[in-house]
């Protein structure tokens, strides 16, 4: 800082001496002591005689207002900063120098009478770099200022006492594997608390100390780039790399600091799925159930994530048509899935071509070749103990009401499908609830009447025959058989009313007096067409007579005229059958 431009006037100089070491004093080892004092300017005045008049009037040529003092001083002695004085000063000891300001008495004394300043500790340029201060020189016999007070500063002059450092350190990163030679992966920076304008104890230069030769770093950015090619991340994933900061440009005597930058290769699909091996085989029983897995196969793709994610297909027709193949999306497998049902003795091997191949495909990386593999799996259907096998899925049966028991009315047929070809038996299932009217021969399969049976009772028989193996009697098949019963014409025909016939006096003569019905239990083919006829061997009665309707209905007529007659069907009818295969 200037002083006051008052104090320019004055007529004594405060001369400002002190020590001064710069870079070229601490490069050498040396202190210069730089003594600075005034030179007075003379003014030369012409007087009225001509004569030449010399006036000395003391001039300050410059204030020096800032002195120097090293930081970290740790020699035994207080270390000297300069010195002040003012040219007023004979060296009687008339003259007191006073200083004040920051750290005046504490940090920085001044012997009253030399003006020499000296700094009584050590001082730290990082946490106060300068300190201002005021000289004042007092005449002590009249106690009064030589000169105006006088700002100046005392600037603590950087050493290189800071080492490089790395405050957010340790670093996380990370760089896609296989990156081109250069590729950009992270920037440190390090912080340096030494001045950067003095010297270079605050210039930094960054190298790599451990992680070569897989990276390397600007040494003046801190820039760190991939600095080796194709680097695989299925071969090695993690680096730790260690970064060094060094100050004074690098050069020996300098200080460093270094962080440690972990970097992950991040994968990118740069392997394709691979099977194991090129030929599998299975074992599936014929009796898998459709639409249940049978088997699984697996390729390996060394990648992780959506790269590493496969999709399975069955390339040729037959394997396609019985098999279908899906991907297990936590085990990454191929699961085989049964379409159709195995058939044992038809087809006891399957070849099945089996293709593996990446869903989601790097086009930068196509140069690798084809990211697809393809392996063989044998499934070989197994044999199982089938229970027999009946010809039909059920059956039907006819067999006339009133056979003889012991009729046949028809037979069942089984299998054993299996190649051994076990003989099989029959049986009936029985209920308790229900009469037994058939039977079965175990050997043949023929089913027989156990009773006579009545189709106007009951017209249909519901049973089920069951097939066993002899060898394993447990495997058992079941079949429904219905057995209908046919009619006979057994049944009478009945007339269907009881009334009682009732003729009024007034009735005339060839009126219709009733109408009659008859009905048969047989079925309808034997039972259709009725004659009606008055009994043989019975009177006739001249007063009725009747008429057949198409053997449907009969109409009785009135004659002569009668004054009450009531008729009762029991007594007064007799009705002849049209079939000739009854006879009553």
């Known amino acids: 800082m200037k002083v006051n431009p008052s104090s320019c006037l004055c007529p004594v100089l405060l001369c400002l001496c002190f020590l001064e070491r ?139 006492d800071n080492a490089p450092k790395f405050p957010d350190g340790p670093f996380v990163t990370s760089v896609p594997e296989m990156s081109e030679i250069g590729t950009s992966v992270f920037q440190v920076t390090a912080t340096d608390a030494d001045d950067p304008t003095y010297g270079n104890s605050a210039r930094v230069v960054y190298s790599v100390l451990h992680g070569q030769p897989y990276f390397s770093v600007d040494p003046k950015s801190g820039i760190i780039r991939t600095a080796l090619a194709d680097m695989d991340r299925e071969a090695r994933e993690h680096y730790s790399v260690v970064i060094q900061a060094k100050d004074m440009a690098g050069q020996v005597g300098g200080l460093s600091g270094s962080t440690t930058v972990n970097i992950t290769l991040t994968d990118v699909n740069d392997n394709p799925p691979k099977f194991p091996q090129k030929n599998y085989q299975v074992f599936v029983p014929e009796s898998a159930q459709v639409g249940k897995p049978v088997g699984k196969i697996k390729a390996n793709d060394e990648d992780i994530g959506i790269n590493a994610e496969i999709k399975y297909s069955i390339l040729n027709p037959e394997g396609a048509g019985m098999f279908s193949i899906s991907t297990d999306k936590d085990t990454r497998e191929g699961v085989i899935t049964l379409r159709k049902v195995l058939n044992y003795e038809k087809k006891k091997h399957y070849s099945l071509h089996i293709a593996a191949e990446n869903t989601h495909l790097d086009p930068h990386l196509s140069y690798l070749g084809s990211f ?150 047989d079925d309808f083919a034997n039972g259709k067409g009725f004659s009606f006829s008055f009994p043989g061997g019975v009177p006739a009665n001249p007063n009725f007579t009747i008429k057949d309707n198409e053997g449907v209905m009969v109409f009785i007529l009135y004659k002569l005229y009668v004054h009450k007659v009531a008729f009762r069907r029991c007594s007064l009818l007799y009705i002849c059958y049209f079939n000739a295969s009854y006879n009553n």
């Open 22 to 160: 710069g870079y070229e004093a601490s490069h050498h080892g040396q202190a210069k002591i730089i003594s600075r004092s005034h030179n007075a300017t003379h003014n030369h005045n012409q007087t009225k005689d001509g004569e030449t008049e010399v006036h000395h009037r003391p001039k300050r040529g410059w204030i020096w207002n800032q002195f120097f003092v090293l930081e970290e001083h740790i020699g035994p002695d207080a270390q000297y900063v300069g010195k002040l004085h003012s040219n007023s000063d004979k060296g009687d000891g008339s003259v007191r120098y006073i200083l004040s300001g920051e750290g005046a008495g504490s940090i920085f004394i001044i012997n009253e009478v030399t003006g020499d300043i000296h700094a009584t500790k050590s001082l730290d340029r990082e946490k106060k770099s300068h300190y201002v201060l005021h000289a004042q020189a007092i005449d002590l016999n009249t106690n009064k200022p030589l000169e105006p007070e006088s700002e100046f500063i005392i600037k603590v002059q950087d050493i290189n």
């Open 372 to 521: 697809k593999d393809d392996a063989t799996l044998k499934i070989t259907v197994g044999d199982v103990d089938e229970p027999p096998v009946f010809s039909m899925d059920y059956y039907i049966m006819e067999v006339y009401e009133n056979a003889k028991v012991g009729t046949e009315v028809g037979a069942v047929t089984a299998r054993d499908p299996d190649s051994k070809n076990s003989p099989v038996r029959y049986f009936i299932e029985r209920r308790e609830d229900k009469e037994v009217y058939f039977d079965i021969e175990s050997i043949s399969g023929v089913i027989r009447t156990t009773q006579l049976l009545d189709r106007e009772d009951t017209p249909w028989h519901n049973i089920t025959v069951m097939a066993t193996e002899e060898d394993n009697p447990s495997l058992q098949s079941h079949v429904p058989v219905t057995v209908q019963v046919l009619d006979v014409n057994d049944n009478p025909p009945m007339i269907n009313t009881e009334d009682e016939i009732i003729i009024c006096e007034s009735t005339r003569a060839g009126q219709v007096i009733q109408t009659i019905t008859a009905v048969d239990k």
